[in-house]
Antibody
Framework: QITLKESGPTLVKPTQTLTLTCSFSGFSLRTTGVGVGWIRQSPGKALEWLALLYWNDDKRYSPSLRNRLTITKDTSKNQVVLTLTNVDPVDTATYYC????????????WGQGTLVTVSS | SYVLTQPPSVSVAPGQTARISCGGDNIGSKIAQWYQQKPGQAPVLVVYDDSDRPSGIPERFSGSNSGNTATLIISRVEAGDEADYYCQVWDSISDLRVFGGGTKLTVL
């Protein structure tokens, strides 16, 4: 059974760096073709893809946020970490991590999401 | 950047067929998937690779993708299908992923 769970701060101040952790089980990030991505959803808004990390440590980022995002993994801990620098109130959202096989062209398994509020 | 356009809302009576469109420039050359999201819940994959269904998803859900439009088709709509639906494409050339703006399906 594949599960993912997001963790991190619920409140972050503007200009700070947000660090979120995705802890997963039921699959290995060493398996060829597997990817773990991050997607966010601002309140009442659409889903927005942010970043993806592949089994081979290759990474992809949304062009609109590329300069502020970093995605890394700790394979031994079964975790994927997303950092977003210089946050702004518009970054207030529920952040999801999700897993996909076959180069993660789709996301089959999702975490429950974690709501992050950016406010002073 | 690549833009996907969905109608904000679609309404359908129970037992009828709902069609939700997802427009994008030459979207037929990309691979489309669809997610269902109910209030307060994470999205659920209902169609992938244009027209395939994950295990556990009813056969009533199907998809197509050609030209400039991908379409999610829900046959014999039930009250439990009421949700937001999002399309998402994978561009094999850029290896980027994009979501549409979402469509709220209302079952009358």
């Amino acid at each position: 059974q594949i599960t993912l769970k997001e963790s991190g701060p619920t409140l972050v101040k503007p200009t700070q760096t947000l660090t979120l952790t995705c802890s997963f089980s039921g699959f290995s990030l060493r398996t060829t073709g597997v990817g773990v991505g991050w997607i966010r959803q601002s309140p009442g808004k659409a889903l927005e893809w942010l970043a993806l990390l592949y089994w081979n440590d290759d990474k992809r980022y949304s062009p609109s946020l590329r300069n502020r995002l970093t995605i890394t993994k700790d394979t031994s801990k079964n975790q994927v970490v997303l950092t977003l620098t210089n946050v702004d109130p518009v970054d207030t959202a529920t952040y999801y991590c999700a897993q996909g096989n076959l180069s993660a062209r789709y996301f089959h398994y999702w975490g429950q999401g974690t709501l992050v509020t950016v406010s002073s | 950047s690549y833009v996907l356009t969905q109608p904000p809302s679609v309404s359908v009576a129970p037992g009828q067929t709902a069609r939700i469109s997802c427009g994008g420039d030459n979207i037929g050359s990309k691979i489309a998937q669809w997610y269902q999201q109910k209030p307060g819940q994470a999205p659920v994959l209902v169609v992938y690779d244009d027209s395939d269904r994950p295990s556990g998803i009813p056969e009533r859900f199907s998809g197509s993708n050609s030209g400039n439009t991908a379409t999610l088709i829900i046959s014999r709509v039930e009250a439990g299908d009421e949700a937001d639906y999002y399309c998402q494409v994978w561009d094999s050339i850029s290896d980027l992923r994009v979501f549409g703006g979402g469509t709220k399906l209302t079952v009358l």
